[in-house]
């Protein structure tokens, strides 16, 4: 029986057991990576070494791009864990907030200009609305509150914010 380790390899006539592989792990995977990465790129590769896997929906990226449509979604996501959870909600209304260096920090390989150009987008056709109020806790905080407006995102994609994470 061949252990898991180990490999059995045929050549020219001749059967022999290959010697396991060697995995070493570096203690900073990203010093191990062979490209130029920017201080916020590394921070993610370190405490990701394996990256994640991010989705997006295809019909918010048909309409605008695949940053755009990480970004919706990821907006999304944390819009219904607020009304999950019960909170950030002010004014009538629930809401999310985000600033483009702390998107930036989640999604190392979007840039600054790719995360406020997709902001934009998403602001200038009504699908996030953007807070009027500072809902900060401290005046100096210019962090931006967003909500999703559910009915304009069902007029355009004829499809609810659940069906857009979750598409069937």
Known sequence: MESSSTKTIKKGGITKKAAPRKTTRSKTPAKSLNFIMD????????ENPHGKSIGFNSLVAIKYNVHTALIFNMMIFWYLTNI????????GF?????SVASIRKSHPYLSQKIIGSSIHSLLSDGLLI????????HGYDKTSWYRIDEDKV?????????DILNPK
Do not use: L, S
Request: hydrophobic residues 30%; proline residues 0%; positive net charge.
């Open 94 to 98: 629930n809401w999310t907030f985000n």
């Open 84 to 91: 999950k959870n019960d909170r950030n909600y002010t004014d």
């Open 154 to 162: 069902i007029g355009v994609f004829n499809i609810g914010i659940m």
């Open 39 to 46: 201080e916020v790129q590394k921070n993610y590769v370190n």
């Open 130 to 137: 953007k807070a009027t109020k500072n809902y900060n806790a």
